[in-house]
């Protein structure tokens, strides 16, 4: 037994602190749905500079034995601080892979709105992945944080390295695509949550194949020059939301009459409008405050989660 543990244990008192960012979907075709009930897509997922907080500390490494993962939350309630919680879930889930145990505490600091389409809770589990692998210095490389993340949920393995991407499967078949790197991505979000397995339910498919529309050679070119009104993305899962929620469609259709790029992003229910570098958005944006939307102004975030010492 290594020296430094006493009785199984070995102090560490370690932290780091990772920036998770949230992500839309530039792009969102649903191809079909599996036996196993999830759904074939085609996506362009891009990371934004919207951001939660993680910090991940390990106080002690034991030999052997379960884990002890503490989580706390702030600000509190906005999701739970149980084991229900994805960043607790993907603690559990690398010390169970690795073979390692310790006891964790995650301190997690919500910026990112839930239930919301932008990634938040998958890019949390991203950072926690990411910060246990520099905690316990077991050096994974993407790929296989990619793989390590994939059970998590199907947007985890896109924050490990976000920028720009298209996703196929489930949306963990990830191919980088040229980075977005200039743009304002204003978000706005009514008081609205928006489940996505309930999305995806009211989605009627029927015996539907929809057929891949992305040309990887044609969207390439576009993205050099992006945002224009010649993007062909779109979300199929508009279908499925719109018409039952009057207040989205509404956002989404005074947004596209702004916007050269606007759309729901994921499952929703915030909506992502994409205008150019100079443009002057100022008096958009306080107008959707006044309506008592979220509203954030963003820019595109060419990495994906950031891990420093803490």
């Known amino acids: 037994m290594d020296s430094e543990f006493t009785n199984g244990k070995k102090i560490v008192n370690r932290s780091v602190i990772a920036r998770a960012p949230a992500k839309v979907n530039l792009h969102l075709e649903i191809l079909r749905q599996r036996h196993d009930g999830y759904h074939e897509v085609e996506t362009i997922l891009q990371a934004v500079s919207l951001f939660d907080e993680v910090k991940v500390t390990l106080a002690e490494q034991y030999v052997g034995g379960k884990s002890d993962i ?74 296989e944080l990619e793989r390590l993340g994939t059970p998590l949920g199907a947007d985890v393995p896109f924050f490990i390295n976000g920028g720009t991407a298209l996703g196929r499967g489930i949306g963990t078949l990830l191919m980088p695509l040229p980075r977005i790197r200039t743009g304002q991505f204003l978000i706005a979000k009514p008081d609205l949550k928006l489940l996505t397995n309930e999305v995806y339910g009211n989605l009627k498919m029927g015996l539907t194949v929809n057929v ?23 979300n199929r899962l508009e279908e499925a939301v719109l018409p039952q929620q009057p207040l989205l469609q509404r ?42 939307l979220f509203v954030r102004v963003v820019g595109p975030h060419t990495t994906g989660v950031q891990v420093g010492d803490g």
């Open 70 to 143: 503490e989580v706390s939350v702030r600000p509190k309630e906005v999701v739970p601080a149980d084991e229900t919680n994805l960043c607790w879930q993907a603690a559990a889930h690398f010390c169970r892979e690795m073979g390692l145990s310790g006891r964790l505490l995650i301190e997690l600091e919500k910026n990112i709105p839930v239930a919301a389409g932008l990634g938040g809770g998958s890019s949390d589990a991203a950072a926690v992945l990411m910060s246990c692998d520099r905690l316990f210095g077991t050096n994974l490389d993407s790929a």
């Open 212 to 234: 891949s529309k992305v040309n990887i050679a044609v969207i390439k070119s576009i993205l050099a020059r992006f945002p224009q009104t010649a993007w062909p993305g779109f």
């Open 251 to 292: 956002l989404v259709l005074q947004l596209r009459e702004e916007a050269p790029v606007a759309m729901l992003s994921g499952s929703g229910s915030a909506v992502v409008a994409v205008f150019g570098e100079g443009e002057d958005i100022s008096e958009l944006r306080e107008d959707l405050v006044s309506a008592g």
